[in-house]
Every structure is written in C-alpha cells, then in structure tokens.
C-alpha cells in the first residue's frame, strides 16, 4: 500500500491540528513506513509529541478495533505497550475528516516511536556489547513475563514489531511493542484478520485457540535469544536475514541452532542454554518455557558476563594461582575448564573422601581439543567455547577412532575407579556431563521451593516433569558405577528393567536408562 497522505497535509482530529510530516531524508515525502497491513504516518501538532497515524489497507479496516481498542486502552501501564494509549477514527464521530480523507477509516492515532525495529537491526548486523544485549533481552523478558502473568499476549511477535527506543538514548524505555491489533487479553475479541505468520519466529504448530495467552512464548523466547547473543560476531556474521533463522530451519537440527547454543553458553551459562533447547524441541506452546523461567535465568545487570576471550575477575584471581583446584594443572587466564582433567575453573573439590587424581599423559578421547587454539572442550561440543572455531569429532576425524588413551583414574580411599569419563546421552542427543570432583550424584527435577537442586538435574528436558524430584542416586564404588532407584513411585529402568527401590545396579556402557519418562544412555 503506498502513501495516501503527503507531507504538509492538515488534519482536524477533536479539535486539534496534526501535520503530516516531511521525511528527514527525502523532500517532499511524506515521514511514513509502510508495513504489510498499511502505512504509518509521523504527525504532529503544535507543542506537543509527535503522534503515529496508522492507515489500514481496505480489508484491515475492521469494526471491532474500536472494542478491541477500547480493552487495550486498560492496558496502558503495562511496560512496553505505550502504544496501547490510541484511537480509532470511527465513522459516527469523525465523520468531516473521513469524508475528506475516506481511507483513514477505522485508522489508529497513537504515540510514536523514535527507534529502529529489532528486525533492522538483525539484518543490518549491527553489533551490540554484552551489555547492551542485556539491556534489551532483560526488559523484553520482564515484559512478557507480566504479560503472560495477566493471561495477555501480543500473538504476532516478530523483529518487526519490536522497537528499540532505548538505543536512540532519548527514552526510559528500551523496547517497545508494536502491531498490537492482534493483541490477545480475556475478553478481548479475536481479530482474525491480523493473525497471520511470522516468517522466522513461528513454531511447527500454532497455538491452540483456547491458549492465545500462551501464543508468545516460542517467538518470545527466539527474540530474547536473538538478543543474548547478538553480541557475538559468530551469531550476526549467520543470521539468515531480518531473522537469525531461516523459516525452513525452524525446530529442526541445523548449523545456527549450534551456533547460537554455543554463544549462549559462553555468554551467559548453560541454564539458558537449556532453556533454549527445550523451547526448540517443544510440541506446543505450553511445552516452552514460560517467560517467567527467563526472568529467573537471565542475569541482572549488576553481573555482567563475561566477554569472549575475556577473564572475569574470578578467573584472573585463579590464574594468579595458575592450577587447576582438582589435578594441579597449569592454567591459562581465559579457560573455564582444566585441560587435562576437565575440572570446571571455580569448582570445589569434594572432600567427602581422600581423592588422588592421576592423570595419563595425553588428554582423554572425549575432551575435544580445537584445532585452531587448542582449548579443550567438554564432550559434545560443536563448537570451540573460545573461538568458536568449528570442532572435529568420529564423524569427521578418523584419528579420533584411532586413539586408545585410557582414562583418567580416581583413587578413592583404597580403591580405583573411573573418573571424570561418565556421562549420559539425552535421547535428543544432548550430552550430560557428571560434575567431576564427587563420587555421588544426585538425579532428579529442581525444586527451589524445597531447596532441591540435584547434580543431574533433569527438569529442562523432554517430560522432565514426569521425574521426581529425589529420583535416583549414582555412586561410584569401587571401580564400578552404578545406579540406586530412590523413588517408590515414579519408575526407572536399565535396559527396559523396572528397578527396586534403593536396590544397587551396576551400570555399563551403552545401558538404555529410563527415570520416568526421560530416556538416556550410559556412557564412560
């Protein structure tokens, strides 16, 4: 739809003068951006804020705005929503200026908003920090979270109706919502016409008509991602274009979804990394994590994480001591894993009982070493955590398959037992590591109400609700490992064998292990 008014153009709106307004860049026309539903114009009157007049296309110039206005008007204090403060032409009342201007019809006067659209942004590649990253991803969350605290949703979240005021530095707000015509509230009525996709933020399934207060959570949670890790040159150097992904890409397994999980750990921890893996692998809308989840993962301003290739002040005061806390090795400033034994830099050595590391002389086969600079990565990964330079692995590295290094041992007391090596495989493929330096593990679902945080925590994962949350217990003993089923309710299985409660099974490699409904394979 092109422009209907041109610059300069007066129009009497109750009483009060607006002015079409020029464009900054190109005279004579008119200051308006043209969308797939209409145009929005820049208006203004005589001492007051500039206004946005949005004109709909023919079929967008529907009756019920003026109710559905009318609800989102109650909104107004809600953060992110300015433009819920509007008002619809309606026919009854505006009836001179419609006969003058017919195609203003059922349009919308509303605040205007000085800033670019997340989407420009994307495909701009405009780099952000880490902090300015923060900054628009923690406020977009705590939006949402209130949102959907109140049963609303926006139902058509995409980088094009997501401002940024907050870059210009001339607004209190960082973000704000835009297209809210679709916008979904109880009692609110269903404005069918404005439901459309959203190329790049949709997920395979839409929302189910009696759970629109669930509708933003998969866009919701791509753009908070999106953001998080626009900080890193890898992510923008791939975003496919004014989305980081590609339509055809979406909840399936591809190259930027490895990226992006990459850059959210290495950013901002492996808790939202999770929980960016679980939206992905969602069925539904009420299968992703609420936005509430994010609030709670997403750090806040007062810690900041820390920069690629950069030490944060823990880690410049352990590489002052220059070992690893677990088997005494040198340490770089940068790496946040030991690289012989695999220990986390930070984490404390259990000292439940005496523990002797020894290690071999080469580095274990499943700690992947980068060939470009030579970090060494947990198992798994895709992608180096320093450089993001891509890993080689068994089916890319024949020499992998050639390697016999034994592992690293552990002597625990009197006896020697595996250490470091366990691990389990998701059956989405997800590896999880046992945390080195104990010789017991916990398995189960957080709680923090209780105060339950388990060592394997399976929450995060496909029907991780149906684990309880004290389900099972590994143990070292000896130089076995095995597994204790503690729950009397919900099951587990080795190898489709139901277990008895608090009855030790000795665990081998490649065993099928089910807690509830969550399936793994053992592996060391």
């Known amino acids: 739809m092109s422009p209907q008014l041109s610059a300069g153009d007066i129009l009497n709106i109750d009483g009060t003068?607006?002015?079409?307004?020029?464009?900054?860049?190109?005279?004579?026309?008119?200051?308006?951006?043209?969308?797939?539903?209409?145009?929005?114009?820049?208006?203004?009157?005589?001492?007051?804020?500039?206004?946005?007049?949005?004109?709909?296309?023919?079929?967008?110039?529907?009756?019920?705005?003026?109710?559905?206005?009318g609800k989102l008007a109650k909104l107004c204090d809600l953060p992110a929503i300015s433009a819920a403060n509007r008002k619809v032409l309606t026919p009854q009342r505006y009836t001179t200026l419609l006969r003058q201007q017919p195609d203003l019809s059922y349009a919308i006067l509303m605040p205007w908003?000085?800033?670019?659209?997340?989407?420009?942004?994307?495909?701009?590649?405009?780099?952000?920090?880490?902090?300015?990253?923060?900054?628009?991803?923690?406020?977009?969350?705590?939006?949402?979270?209130?949102?959907?605290?109140?049963?609303?949703?926006?139902?058509?979240?995409?980088?094009?109706?997501?401002?940024?005021?907050?870059?210009?530095?001339?607004?209190?707000?960082?973000?704000?919502?835009?297209?809210?015509?679709?916008?979904?509230?109880?009692?609110?009525?269903?404005?069918?016409?404005?439901?459309?996709?959203?190329?790049?933020?949709?997920?395979?399934?839409?929302?189910?008509?009696?759970l629109l207060s669930n509708a933003d959570r998969f866009a919701g949670g791509i753009l908070i991602a999106e953001m998080l890790t626009w900080c890193d040159d890898t992510v923008r150097s791939s975003r496919w274009g004014s989305s980081y992904f590609d339509p055809e890409e979406m909840q399936k397994p591809c190259q930027r979804l490895d990226i992006l999980l990459g850059a959210l750990r290495q950013y901002w921890g492996d808790s939202l990394a999770e929980l960016f893996r679980r939206l992905w692998n969602s069925e539904n809308s009420a299968d992703c994590p609420s936005?509430?989840?994010?609030?709670?993962?997403?750090?806040?301003?007062?810690?900041?994480?820390?920069?690629?290739?950069?030490?944060?002040?823990?880690?410049?005061?352990?590489?002052?001591?220059?070992?690893?806390?677990?088997?005494?090795?040198?340490?770089?400033?940068?790496?946040?894993?030991?690289?012989?034994?695999?220990?986390?830099?930070?984490?404390?050595?259990?000292?439940?009982?005496?523990?002797?590391?020894r290690m071999p002389d080469e580095v274990p086969v499943l700690w992947i070493k980068c060939p470009k600079c030579g970090h060494q990565n947990p198992p798994g990964s895709t992608f180096c955590e320093m450089d993001r330079a891509e890993l080689p692995g068994p089916t890319n590295d024949k020499k992998w398959e050639e390697q016999d290094i034994s592992p690293p041992t552990a002597v625990i007391g009197s006896e020697t037992a595996f250490y470091?090596?366990?691990?389990?495989?998701?059956?989405?493929?997800?590896?999880?590591?046992?945390?080195?330096?104990?010789?017991?593990?916990?398995?189960?679902?957080?709680?923090?109400?209780?105060?339950?945080?388990?060592?394997?925590?399976?929450?995060?994962?496909?029907?991780?609700?149906?684990?309880?949350?004290?389900?099972a217990q590994i143990r070292v003993n000896g130089k076995d490992i095995v597994l204790i089923s503690v729950t009397p309710t919900n099951w587990t299985r080795v190898n489709s064998v139901r277990l008895l409660p608090h009855t030790p099974v000795v665990l081998k490699p490649g065993d099928r292990i089910e807690f509830a409904k969550v399936v793994v394979t053992f592996n060391t």
């Not at 007051?48 to 206005?69: C, E, G, I, N, Q």
């Not at 997403?298 to 030490?311: L, R, W």
């Not at 989405?428 to 209780?450: H, L, Q």
């Open 420 to 471: 470091v090596i366990p691990r389990f495989v998701h059956s989405s493929g997800f590896v999880i590591n046992f945390k080195p330096g104990k010789t017991s593990w916990d398995v189960g679902r957080e709680d923090p109400v209780y105060d339950i945080h388990p060592d394997i925590d399976l929450t995060a994962f496909e029907n991780g609700s149906t684990v309880s949350r004290q389900h």
């Open 113 to 210: 908003i000085e800033g670019p659209s997340w989407a420009q942004l994307v495909q701009g590649q405009q780099a952000l920090t880490s902090s300015e990253s923060l900054s628009l991803a923690s406020p977009l969350a705590q939006a949402l979270s209130i949102m959907e605290q109140g049963g609303y949703a926006h139902c058509a979240l995409a980088g094009s109706c997501l401002l940024l005021p907050g870059l210009t530095g001339r607004s209190k707000s960082a973000i704000e919502f835009v297209g809210l015509e679709q916008f979904y509230g109880p009692s609110f009525p269903k404005l069918l016409e404005f439901l459309s996709p959203t190329p790049g933020y949709n997920a395979r399934s839409n929302p189910d008509s009696d």
């Open 17 to 69: 003068e607006y002015v079409v307004a020029m464009h900054p860049e190109r005279k004579d026309e008119p200051y308006a951006q043209m969308g797939r539903r209409g145009v929005v114009y820049n208006v203004s009157s005589s001492g007051a804020d500039a206004m946005a007049l949005k004109m709909f296309s023919p079929r967008y110039r529907v009756p019920p705005l003026v109710m559905h206005t």
């Open 291 to 357: 936005f509430g989840e994010w609030v709670i993962f997403i750090p806040g301003t007062a810690t900041p994480p820390v920069e690629k290739n950069e030490a944060s002040e823990p880690l410049k005061k352990l590489a002052k001591n220059n070992k690893c806390a677990n088997c005494g090795e040198p340490l770089a400033s940068e790496v946040r894993f030991c690289d012989r034994c695999g220990f986390k830099v930070g984490d404390i050595v259990s000292t439940s009982l005496p523990v002797t590391v």
